[in-house]
């Protein structure tokens, strides 16, 4: 199994700035892709943003380049840099992995609570 845990949520205003780590244990060797997803109440689950092993790394299009996904896999982390929060960016924020075609699929953590005050 590969388990996920995220931090750095908290309560902001419009305009600032998070950033968001989330650090796997277990079974690292599985990770292929890594990614965030949000979820605000009684709306849907959104994809935030994804990166692949290879290949560029992709973003929901509510983004508008105000974020940015990166890894360290040395530390088993990876992180989700957000600037310029809108309240509509309010939300539960979840890291996630894909494994590689040999492993289990999906891994989720529990979720980082993000508020954007006006």
């Known amino acids: 199994h590969v388990r996920l845990v995220e931090s750095g949520g908290g309560l902001v205003q419009r305009g600032g700035s998070l950033k968001l780590s989330c650090v796997a244990s277990g079974d690292t060797y599985c990770i292929a892709a890594v990614g965030w997803a949000r979820q605000a109440p009684e709306k849907e689950r959104a994809w935030v943003a994804q990166m692949p092993n290879d290949g560029k790394t992709i973003y929901g299009d509510f983004v508008r380049g105000r974020f940015t996904i990166s890894r360290d896999n040395s530390k088993n982390t990876f992180y989700l840099q957000m600037n310029d929060l809108e309240p509509e960016d309010s939300a539960v924020y979840f890291c996630?992995?894909?494994?590689?075609?040999?492993?289990?699929?999906?891994?989720w953590g529990f979720g980082t609570q993000v508020t954007v005050s006006s």
């Open positions: 996630y992995t894909d494994s590689v075609p040999h492993c289990s699929g999906h891994a």
